[in-house]
Nanobody
Framework: QVQLVESGGGLVQPGGSLRLSCVAS????????MGWYRQAPGKERELVAT???????NYADSVKGRFTVSRDNAKTTMYLQMNSLKPEDTAAYYC????????????????WGQGTEVTVSS
């Protein structure tokens, strides 16, 4: 079982910056692929960024060049640095941890945090 706790959300003006953090419990953090997702009111949850166990990153087109995902395995923490924020970035941001494939079916488990709200508004 993995528990994830996000922090760092808040209200920021357009063009501003925020850094989100996701602290994971357990010693298996280093083996988990991590990711940030977001969900705006009335919309489906969407991928923002992922980071593999080896540090390979992947971003949604809408945040490329503005957001940076990173991880500190020693601190079992993942970060999302968000710069040049836009009103359309307003959403609840969720941390995700995905276990490595296991068993004959290579099944994976997904764990989610409770979310942190980001509001971009003047």
């Amino acid at each position: 079982q993995v528990q994830l706790v996000e922090s760092g959300g808040g209200l920021v003006q357009p063009g501003g910056s925020l850094r989100l953090s996701c602290v994971a419990s357990g010693s298996m953090f280093i083996a988990y692929e991590m990711g940030w997702y977001r969900q705006a009111p009335g919309k489906e949850r969407e991928l923002v960024a992922t980071i593999s166990t080896r540090g390979r990153t992947n971003y949604a087109d809408s945040v490329k060049g503005r957001f940076t995902v990173s991880r500190d395995n020693a601190k079992t923490t993942m970060y999302l640095q968000m710069n040049s924020l836009k009103p359309e970035d307003t959403a609840a941001y969720y941390c995700n941890a995905r276990s490595p494939p296991a068993g004959v079916s290579n099944s994976r488990l997904d764990y989610w945090g409770q979310g942190t709200e980001v509001t971009v508004s003047s």
